[in-house]
């Protein structure tokens, strides 16, 4: 039963001093599945990735991860360089790239990051180093060309477009050999044609490699479009879960959103 | 009134030169003392002094003209700046092109060495000499080292010294020179000081780093301050391990038994000079290699954005802490070079200054350029030793910080990338600036 | 019972025995160090950032009212009212130098790199390079040894708490430590000028839309902690001496002082001088003098190790 899961999460709570960011979340990620959280903001979606990713570390509560094998990984009290390693990527909402390296060299820091560090290897420029070199360009340049930024692959990161920060931040992430990709408000910033790329790009990574998706996103549209199955988490609760068709018709999500912006609620619509 | 002028832009460019010749001024001016707390600075700007070889006044008219000067090329420098610039880098545009070429390149640096290692037949006095190992190519090396510390990984490391102390009383202690015996007695020669000083250092490294490193960089810098300053305390005081401030008992000098090869190193400088040339060599290409290799990648990366390394899989502490380690080897090493040399090491030797003093070095060269920080290692120290040949009249060697400080603070402002910048290090500073990267919160902490 | 045990409870005897005598120099201390610590408190709340060169505005303080000493003090030692306008003479012109040095420091040293929104490394660096700057040409212009202040009194015990003798020079730090910590709170807590502070300390942008004038915040915070750094040199010099380095230890100190209250919160880093003081001062019971700094330094790893936040927690605004 739990061998088709991705994520456990059970009862979590976080909170920073006397303020609860996530109260008592509990939801499953199945493998294989492209999963959406949409809430409104403040809602604690961002707090939930951070835990996920060993970030934040909630107080109560579990998070199992089932990394290669299936095999359950705890992440409460795991570093997020360790729940990397474990399988788990992720993007974040303001795009954090290496800005001052080129397309190629942030993909590369994704690519062999996971491998030992061998210092006087590198000292001395040995056999192994160089292998190790020739294996990450490799795959570096197969990870540019599936995301479509081959072309762009010496251009310094920080002067791309909002559209191809977002494709880099998932080749980095894909670089690391993951499990599961966390996609942080993907569409933020991005214009219509680029969201649509986007779309089918993050339905490319699950299909052609077999990732997982969790992503976090405001534009409704495109959640509606992409999600097989929705939480909507509102004051740090999950106050529903369903199909983009049965969050549609839950009166309580349509309340939350009501009460922050209309525009939501009528996307949601 | 005051704040009007101060509102015109002549007016404060020229207030504004005044103020910097007069604290040139100063600076370069007689000492005084505090019987006479007004002699130094009274005289610095009375003093009699030549007007560039015509005629006899006083330092201060001199100096005023100088101000004018600089204000008069400011000016020029307003009005037909651009054109002047872009005419200076379209002149400058084919050697860097060319410097940017790898046969070019390596040309260079072949001749470089050529002519690093024909220094000792070219200049033949023996104070030049002796500088060449003592402030020229161990400084050169520290330099290096430092740069892995500073410039690649961006941990702002205040406590250098401390790994050259480890370095030279290491070497005082397997050759038998402290009160505390040697390990097993046996008193070895300087030459297998190496491997153990470099050794300890970066042991020593790794114990600071692993602790304090979490810490933000604000905070390294003033931890690893206070870590260089405990050093010498425990240095000056453990009598019965150090030999207190009268400092250790002679050490021997190093010699090489490799089969047929026999080889003492005696007083003379130059054979110190080879060994540490030879250092400087492998350190250099070792460390070119490890700055395009994903360690140095992965340096970048924590330097640019801690969070989003983390993300990839990248553990920022074993990065941090293998860069202090391998800076910390390098000061070692120096630190065998001066103890085996000098015959004698004191506490007084291992000061802060000393700390800023490389700090200058990497940061004026251009911090993460490891030919900027040769060259301004180079630089430096070599205006350093002819300032100590030949002392200028006022002048007297401690002067030196003071320039150094003051070096700082106008790299700082005009040339925060240094005089040759890394061109990683250049484009990080002009993102940040323009609001772009993460690298604040990295030094700071300051996480939304 | 051990022989650790053994030296334990000799040490502990001495504690006991010397415990007031040895909590009064601590207190005296403690002052002086959150004098100090207020101003890279200050700064740091402005500015995000920690003064390196506040050390030197400490020196600089110190070295003006030795000055002002040496002219008035003739050969015969001062008394009565005399003894009391010279010192409130020395903290003021202490006080003045350092808010001078402070303002240049700003204005060389940190306003051109935020005009260029500098990343903070450069602001550290270019503030050490000042710190380097100033004690060397302090070094140069005044000689580079220790320097003795002309007593304008003559130091003896004035009465005693618990069989601790309290001298006259601990008294005149008690008072001006009290006088002028008291007043730098009220004026935080109270005047247009704190909340000014205060508002950039919280939020700069916003304190900028609100109308304060950024720069001149930063400007006066400077001042203030300048002034306060400053006649702490003064009062520091007057019990032993003055030297062109004399500002790094007392700096450091300062600086684990205002991090063990909480960097950037007021009230934590004048508590934090006070208890890094007597800590300090009860610590000599069981290592060596020489080793005194060696304390302090490990209590500033510990606490940015286990508690960074301090004491009293960060943050400027929520404290004053």
């Known amino acids: 039963m739990t061998s088709d899961l991705i994520f456990d999460v059970q009862n979590v709570t976080l909170r920073f001093g006397g303020v609860i960011s996530l109260s008592d979340v509990s939801l499953n990620h199945k493998r294989g599945e492209i999963l959406a959280v949409i809430g409104p903001n403040g809602a604690g979606k961002t707090s939930l990735f951070n835990s996920l990713t060993g970030v934040y570390q909630p107080q109560e509560g579990s998070i199992t991860f089932f990394g290669r094998n299936a095999k359950p990984i705890s992440i409460i009290g795991k570093k997020a360089h360790r729940v990397s390693t474990a399988g788990v990527a992720r993007t974040f909402q303001a795009s954090r790239m290496f800005s001052a390296l080129t397309t190629f060299e942030n993909v590369k820091i994704g690519a062999e990051s996971h491998r030992g560090i061998g210092v006087l290897g590198a000292m001395v420029k040995g056999p192994a180093t160089r292998r190790g070199e020739k294996m990450s360009d490799a795959r570096t340049i197969e990870l540019l060309d599936f995301v479509g930024l081959r072309d762009k692959a010496n251009t310094i990161s920080a002067s791309l477009s909002y559209g191809d920060r977002r494709r880099l931040e998932i080749a980095r992430g894909l670089a690391t050999n993951p499990q599961v990709l966390l996609l942080d408000e993907p569409a933020a910033g991005t214009n219509p044609a680029e969201k649509i790329q986007l779309t089918q790009l993050i339905r490319k990574v699950r299909d052609e490699m077999g990732v997982s998706i969790l992503l976090i996103e405001h534009d409704m549209k495109l959640v509606m479009a992409l999600a097989e199955r929705l939480y909507v988490l509102n004051f740090g609760s999950v106050i529903a879960e369903g199909t983009p068709d049965e969050i549609r018709a839950n009166a309580a999500v349509v309340e939350a959103y009501l009460g922050s912006t209309t525009s939501d609620a009528e996307e949601l619509k | 009134m005051i704040a009007s002028f101060w509102r015109n832009p002549h007016a404060r460019r020229l207030g504004i030169s005044i103020v910097a010749i007069a604290v040139l001024e100063l600076m370069t001016g007689p000492p005084g003392n505090s019987e006479a707390p007004t002699a130094g600075i009274r005289e610095s700007f009375l003093e009699a002094s030549s007007f560039f070889g015509l005629f006899r006044t006083a330092r201060w008219v001199v100096f005023f003209f100088v101000a004018i000067l600089m204000f008069a090329i400011w000016t020029l420098l307003l009005w037909k700046g651009s054109r002047i610039r872009s005419g200076i880098s379209s002149v400058l545009a084919a050697p860097r092109a060319a410097s ?109 780093g692993a602790p304090t490193l979490r810490l933000r960089g604000d905070y390294l810098a003033i931890v690893t301050l206070g870590f260089g300053e405990i050093i010498t305390i425990f240095a000056n005081n453990l009598y019965g391990i150090t030999g ?205 | 019972m051990g022989a650790f045990g053994h030296y334990l409870t000799g040490h502990l005897a001495t504690l006991r025995l010397e415990f007031w005598s040895l909590f009064v120099g601590g207190v005296a201390n403690g002052f002086l160090y959150g004098m100090i610590a207020v101003g890279y408190t200050l700064v740091y709340g402005v500015l995000r950032l920690i003064n390196f060169a506040h050390s030197e505005i400490f020196m600089s303080g110190g070295f003006g009212g030795y000055f002002v000493m040496k002219a008035l003090i003739g050969s015969s030692v001062p008394s009565g009212m005399a003894t009391v306008g010279l010192i409130v003479l020395g903290i003021v012109v202490g006080g003045t130098v350092g808010a001078l040095v402070a303002t240049l420091l700003e204005r060389v040293a940190y306003r051109p790199l935020r005009r260029r929104n500098a990343p903070k490394l450069a602001y550290l660096i270019s503030a050490i390079g000042a710190s380097y700057f100033l004690f060397n040409l302090a070094g140069k212009e005044f000689g580079r040894y220790s320097l003795s202040m002309p007593q304008p009194y003559i130091n003896h015990p004035v009465f005693t708490i618990f069989g601790a003798t309290v001298q006259l020079y601990y008294i005149v730090i008690f008072i001006a430590g009290v006088v002028m910590l008291f007043s730098l709170d009220r004026v935080v807590a109270t005047t247009k000028l704190g909340r000014s502070i205060r508002a950039v300390a919280q939020d700069a942008e916003t304190a900028s839309l609100m109308g304060v004038n950024i720069d001149r915040t930063i400007a006066l915070t400077f001042i203030v902690g300048g002034a306060l750094g400053g006649a702490a040199g003064f009062l520091f010099g007057l019990g032993t001496g003055v030297v062109y380095t004399m500002g790094f230890v007392p700096a450091l100190k300062a600086f684990t002082a205002a991090v063990l209250g909480g960097i950037g ?33 490990g209590i500033l790893v510990a606490v940015l190790l286990f508690r960074p936040t301090g004491i009293l927690g960060e943050r400027l605004g929520r404290a004053a």
């Open chain 2, 100 to 208: 940017q070429r790898r046969p070019v390149r390596w040309g260079v640096g072949l001749a470089l060495l050529v002519l690093a290692f024909m220094m000792p037949h070219i200049e033949t006095d023996p104070f030049w000499q002796a500088a060449m190992v003592e402030q020229i190519a161990v400084y050169v090396l520290l330099a290096i080292g430092l740069n892995v510390v500073v410039g690649f990984a961006g941990l702002l490391d205040l406590g250098f010294v401390a790994f050259y102390a480890i370095g030279a009383y290491t070497t005082a202690w397997v050759t038998g020179a402290l009160p505390t015996p040697p390990p097993f007695h046996i008193h070895f020669n300087p030459f297998f000081a190496i491997p153990m000083a470099i050794g300890i250092a970066m042991l020593a490294g790794i114990i600071l």
């Open chain 3, 265 to 297: 919160n007021l009230r934590g880093a004048m508590i934090g001088g006070l208890l890094l003081g007597v800590a300090e001062s009860l610590s000599v019971v069981f290592v060596q003098a020489a080793y005194i700094d060696v304390v302090a330094f």
């Open chain 2, 244 to 448: 207190g401030s009268q400092g250790s008992n002679p050490i021997p000098h190093p010699s090489l038994h490799l089969g047929p090869i026999h080889y003492v190193w005696g007083l003379k400088p130059v054979p110190y000079y080879y060994l540490t040339l030879t250092f400087v060599v492998i350190f250099l290409v070792a460390f070119s290699l490890l700055e395009h290799s994903r360690v140095g990648r992965a340096w970048t990366a924590i330097r640019e954005d801690e969070v989003a390394a983390e993300s990839v899989g990248i553990n920022p502490l074993k990065y941090k802490v293998m860069a202090f380690a391998i800076g910390a080897s390098t000061a070692g090493f120096a630190g065998v070079v001066t103890a085996s040399q000098s015959n004698q090491i004191f506490p007084s030797s291992f000061t802060l200054q000393f700390s800023i003093n490389i700090l200058v070095l990497v940061i004026f060269g251009g911090m993460g350029s490891i030919a900027g920080v040769v060259i301004g290692a180079l630089i430096i120290q070599t205006a350093y030793s002819f300032l100590l040949h030949s002392p200028p009249q006022g002048y007297q060697p401690a002067d030196l910080y003071m320039y150094l400080g003051a070096l700082l603070v106008i790299m700082m402002i005009f040339r925060p990338a240094g005089l040759v910048p890394s061109r990683r290090r250049k484009r990080e500073i002009r993102l940040s600036e323009s609001g772009e990267g993460h690298m604040d919160e990295v030094l700071t902490g300051d996480t939304p």
